[in-house]
């Protein structure tokens, strides 16, 4: 098991040397560096520990100090989105590091490697509802005695009840804080309503604090939302199934029993329990959770089913091909976990701008309390409470907080629509996208031929048997695969007529096949086999250049006399292809197809499916340099193939995009994108994607700092209320995190 090592943020405080840290790679190591990771070195084991108290950096910050002090710890990871740390320690040091971090007044538990739940709230925060309200109402009436102005004492005792009905917490959480000299919000908030008592203002002490927890309260429900969205994919898998028992009778078992080759039946309505193979029945499968498909698919024996899918119409068996930790469904939840840990761009430079925003900020407010009294003589009193509000401001949490929930939500997004995305470096860069190199066997095209065109030459006589007949007749006998197309086309035809028989039957290698058919002998085959048999008119040979120029391949069915039918065979585009190019040229991206196939037939299909460049007869070294020459330019270079013949070209790209990677799990691990299903359209929903998780990050990142100066300026100036500078932080936060979650019900 490994995990993707990422930069510390810091949250109202620093970060601190002598950890693994993927930002400290060298920059040859390339972009793919950034998913680095962590690994257990000689005599070093991971452990992974659930935290429901690590809600947010402040609390990241914290740990970190903490265990970088601890002998044996080797490195750390930390995925705040599903409050999960794993940590690299030494033999023996795991129950150390369990009790450092329960003396930060944490509760860890160590996970199993299985184990991919998202973390549950912890379980003081309903109660911690109740002491919440009777300090809001005593907050109230604090505020209501002194504009009644009754006797301070009144005021003070209700505003000190208040701050101990809701603002314990806090104060404990602070003063953990102080204590590892960390200066995150919990002890700036310590500080800020300490400093508001001493100084007499005691109703706006007691409200600033009930305000500060209400408001961390919404944040941290709003935060489960976008933390909790990987639990609708847990959630598709059922828990139990209907498997075949030894004695052939069904009964009801725990999906985690199932194990391969297992049978299990599915009812209509109901969730398919794991990756198999359908081996009796048939039904439509919706199964756009895992392809984005928005139509049920057909399946019957034979095809693939998912884990996670529903089952429509019919009921059927199928063969499980999966257990329960590696279905298609599985791998996808892996991934996405996975990602959420690893620093898009964006975030790792909020994470060094916090590192110095808020020192600056800190000595900004002492710089306020002390400056004004002693240079201009202005009231000590009304200098510290500036100053105090200017603290309050000083915690970069909305700012640090922003670009991980949109990120998350953008990850999430994609993968309900069948686009898995491995992480948010390759989602900010999508937006970027310039130039998209296309495989086109399997991608662009379905990699099979089929027969496009058969057509008869010279009118049967009486009585004979039709041109097409013959020509499938002759063709069912050979595996070619230009055969087997034209031998297709006539079983896939309304009322097909029996085959007829052939005797003599022969293959002519590179040429067609022979053989005789109620005594006469009759030749398939190409253009070259046309000429040995002396029937090559110069029509005939017009007419199947012109078929050569559309990038098919022709064949002619030929007696002694002449030929009778000509037939062309094509790997035709797959639906939505062109549409998908034309989608991408709309979003400014030009397209470029790379095959090994002959250059004709490369300019045809570019030119059906509207490909800017086309080239053909290509090697993968071919390929790689094709895609090589794109780089450097403005924008980015994605590849999109079977990952197979194309991974030189994928792993060279700015972003690797793998074709239909649902129940393959090798495309899932190595693709920078794997879109799950066959549809390219889903590249320019990709792109789409990128685009508005670009724009949700600005417009939080505007807002984070747009908000802070503000209430800085104000605070500075005397005019800010300790309030205000509440919404000023977990206001923002609130905001930022909201605006993230959009990305969600992006359409």
Not at 270 to 289: K, M, P, T, Y
Request: proline share 5%.
């Amino acid at each position: 098991m490994t995990h993707p090592v990422s930069d510390s943020p810091a949250c109202c405080g620093h970060d601190h040397a002598g950890h693994d840290h993927a930002g400290h790679a060298h920059p040859a190591a390339g972009r793919r560096a950034e998913a680095a990771p962590l690994r257990a070195g000689p005599g070093q084991r991971l452990a992974r520990l659930r935290i429901g108290q690590m809600d947010c950096p402040t609390e990241e910050t914290l740990i970190r100090k903490k265990l970088g002090a601890l002998p044996g710890v080797h490195g750390m990871h930390f995925n705040l989105m599903q409050r999960v740390l794993t940590v690299a320690h030494g033999e023996g040091a795991l129950d150390k590091v369990v009790a450092a971090i329960k003396s930060l007044d944490m509760t860890p538990e160590v996970l199993a490697d299985d184990d991919a739940t998202p973390a549950a709230a912890p379980a003081g925060r309903r109660g911690h509802g109740y002491w919440l309200a009777a300090g809001g109402v005593l907050a109230a009436l604090s505020e209501a005695a002194h504009f009644a102005a009754l006797p301070t004492a009144v005021a003070a005792v209700l505003a000190l009840a208040a701050i101990l009905a809701c603002g314990l917490g806090t104060y404990r959480k602070g003063w953990i804080a102080l204590r590892n000299g960390n200066l995150n919000i919990n002890a700036l908030m310590s500080i800020a309503v300490t400093g508001a008592v001493l100084i007499g203002q005691w109703p706006e002490a007691a409200m600033v604090m009930f305000l500060f927890n209400v408001a961390e309260l919404i944040e941290a429900r709003a935060l489960d939302r976008a933390r909790h969205a990987v639990r609708d994919l847990l959630d598709l898998a059922p828990q139990v199934a209907t498997a075949r028992q030894a004695d052939g009778s069904w009964a009801e078992v725990p999906v985690a029993q199932l194990r391969h080759d297992d049978w299990v039946r599915v009812r209509p309505g109901e969730r398919i329990a794991a990756d198999g193979i359908v081996a009796d029945g048939s039904s439509a499968v919706d199964q756009s959770a895992i392809t984005g498909e928005s139509l049920p698919v057909d399946k019957a024996v034979g095809d693939t089913v998912y884990a996670g899918t529903v089952n429509t119409t019919g009921a059927f068996d199928y063969r499980v091909t999966a257990a329960a930790g590696e279905t298609t469904l599985a791998r996808i939840i892996h991934a996405v976990e996975q990602t959420q840990g690893a620093r898009a761009p964006t975030q790792r430079f909020i994470d060094r701008f916090s590192r110095v925003y808020t020192p600056v900020v800190v000595i900004l407010a002492l710089l306020v309390a002390v400056a004004p009294p002693l240079i201009w003589g202005q009231p000590w009193l009304d200098a510290i409470y500036r100053a105090l509000a200017l603290l309050i401001i000083a915690c970069p949490c909305a700012l640090v907080i922003s670009t991980p929930v949109s990120i998350v939500s953008g990850l999430t997004a994609a993968a309900r629509r069948g686009i898995l995305i491995k992480g948010g470096v390759y989602l900010e860069e999508g937006r970027r996208l310039a130039w998209l190199a296309l495989d086109k066997t399997g991608t662009l095209t379905h990699g099979k031929p089929v027969c496009t065109d058969l057509d008869t030459l010279v009118r049967p006589e009486p009585g004979a048997a039709a041109p097409a007949l013959l020509a499938a007749s002759l063709a069912a006998r050979s595996d070619h695969p230009v055969s087997r197309a034209v031998a297709q086309a006539h079983a896939a035809g309304a009322a097909p007529a029996p085959l007829l028989e052939v005797r003599d039957f022969a293959a002519l290698p590179g040429r067609g096949v022979r053989g005789r058919i109620g005594g006469q002998t009759w030749h398939l085959g190409n253009l070259r086999l046309m000429r040995e048999l002396g029937v090559a008119t110069p029509d005939l040979q017009a007419r199947i250049e012109a078929l050569e120029q559309q990038g098919k391949t022709a064949i002619a069915l030929a007696d002694g006399r002449g030929a009778v039918a000509l037939a062309a065979v094509a790997d035709t585009l797959k639906p939505g292809s062109a549409e998908a190019v034309a989608g991408l040229h709309r979003l400014g991206v030009r397209t470029l197809m790379l095959t090994g196939d002959n250059v004709r037939t490369a300019r045809a299909v570019a030119e059906q499916a509207g490909i800017d460049e086309a080239h053909g007869e290509l090697l993968p070294e071919d390929k790689l340099r094709a895609v090589e020459a794109k780089l450097g330019a403005a924008g980015k270079v994605g590849m999109v193939g079977d990952g197979i013949n194309d991974a030189p070209a994928l792993a060279r790209a700015d972003i690797g995009f793998a074709m239909g990677a649902a129940g393959t799990g090798t495309a899932i691990e190595t693709a920078d994108v794997a879109l799950m299903d066959d549809d390219l359209r889903k590249i320019g929903q990709f792109v789409r994607l990128s685009r508005a998780t670009h724009r949700i990050l600005v417009q939080n990142i505007a807002l984070a700092l747009g908000i802070k100066a503000v209430f800085l300026v104000l605070a500075a100036a005397g005019h800010a209320t300790l309030w205000m500078a509440v919404f000023a932080d977990v206001g923002a936060s609130l905001l930022v995190v909201a605006n993230g979650l959009r990305l969600l019900r992006a359409r």
